[in-house]
Nanobody
Framework: QVQLVVSGGGSVQAGGSLRLSCVAY????????MGWFRQAPGAKRERVAV???????SYADSVKGRFTISQDNAKNTLYLQMNSLKPEDTAMYSC????????????????WGQGTQVTVSS
């Protein structure tokens, strides 16, 4: 079992940058594939980026080239570097973990962190 603690949200102007962090407590971090998701008011939850246990990454088309998912296994920490932010990136962002990358892709991971709000103003 793993507990996920998210930090790093905030408000920024369009074109700015933010970095989100997600610290995992409990089980062996390297046993899990990890991902970032977001949900804007009135919208469906969207998978933003996933990194699997081998370090392979994938991104939603809407964030490719602007966001980077990474992890530091020694610190049990997942990151999301968000550059060139746009107003449409405004959402509640959460990290998630699962031993199955497929479940992450399907948006049904076993473990979720709390959300952190990201607000991008124009």
């Amino acid at each position: 079992q793993v507990q996920l603690v998210v930090s790093g949200g905030g408000s920024v102007q369009a074109g700015g940058s933010l970095r989100l962090s997600c610290v995992a407590y409990g089980d062996t971090y390297s046993s899990y594939s990890m991902g970032w998701f977001r949900q804007a008011p009135g919208a469906k939850r969207e998978r933003v980026a996933v990194i699997d246990r081998d370090g392979y990454t994938s991104y939603a088309d809407s964030v490719k080239g602007r966001f980077t998912i990474s992890q530091d296994n020694a610190k049990n920490t997942l990151y999301l570097q968000m550059n060139s932010l746009k107003p449409e990136d405004t959402a509640m962002y959460s990290c998630a973990a699962d031993s199955s990358t497929t479940r992450l892709w399907l948006g049904s991971p076993h473990y979720w962190g709390q959300g952190t709000q990201v607000t991008v103003s124009s």
